[in-house]
């Protein structure tokens, strides 16, 4: 089966690639199973551990075991790096770095990507995203979510545009952006612990 060229980096040779890449090189700190990062990226677990021994065999990412248990975690000290950590970082890097930064939000109900990171990411565009649309559903608090966004912009290297709707709100779908946001590519983040 022939797999899709990567939407968000011509470097990269798929989109489950520049997902697993994210995932690790976003949180260099920790240790993932290959299922978590096969469910991260939306691929297969075979796909996925094929990503992973590509990345082994170049020595970008280094694997612990546990038991019978593989886990992955980048290789800080390689010499790409850095470099591989902004690639990914401004690509891809949305999906993993708004996660662990929005988990510990007050009221949070859900989180989205919409706009035009989205809409390449699922093949609806040609338009290179300059900013990332973040949508935070729920009771949140501005100042905080100000707050997380900002380190994310750190991260990333590009604005992130926030902005916000009731649990009712998004629910009930009656106002002109939310039903717009919601006929439009969405990438709902995974507020994991």
Same mark, same amino acid.
Request: glycine share 6%; net charge negative; proline share 5%.
């Given at each position: ?36 990062? /096969? ?8 796909? #996925?551990?094929? %990503? &992973? =021994?590509? +990345? *082994?065999? @170049? ?58 990171? /989205? ?8 338009? #290179?995203?300059? %900013? &990332? =649309?973040? +949508? *935070?559903? @729920? ?55």
């Amino acid at each position: 089966m022939k797999v899709a060229a990567a939407k968000l980096s011509p470097l990269l040779k798929s989109d489950a690639q520049g997902l697993i890449l994210a995932e690790l090189f976003m949180n260099p700190e920790e240790l993932f199973s290959i299922s978590h990062l /096969a469910e991260f990226a939306g691929t297969s677990l075979p796909t #996925a551990m094929r %990503e &992973v =021994d590509r +990345l *082994l065999d @170049g020595q970008l990412v280094i694997q612990k075991s546990v038991g019978r248990a593989r886990f992955i975690q980048a290789n800080k000290k390689h010499l790409l790096f850095d470099s591989v950590s902004q690639i990914v970082a401004f690509s891809y890097g949305p999906a993993a770095v708004l996660p662990p930064l929005l988990l510990g939000l007050d009221g949070i109900e859900h989180a989205y990507l919409f706009g035009i990171w /989205a809409a390449r990411l699922s093949r609806q565009t040609e338009a #290179a995203p300059k %900013e &990332v =649309d973040l +949508l *935070l559903i @729920g009771n949140v608090s501005r100042i905080e979510a100000s707050r997380a966004a900002a380190k994310a912009e750190d991260l990333l290297g590009r604005e992130v545009n926030v902005q916000f709707a009731t649990g009712l709100e998004w629910e009930r779908g009656e106002s002109e952006f939310v039903r717009q946001v919601k006929n439009n590519p969405l990438v709902e983040l995974t507020l994991r612990p």
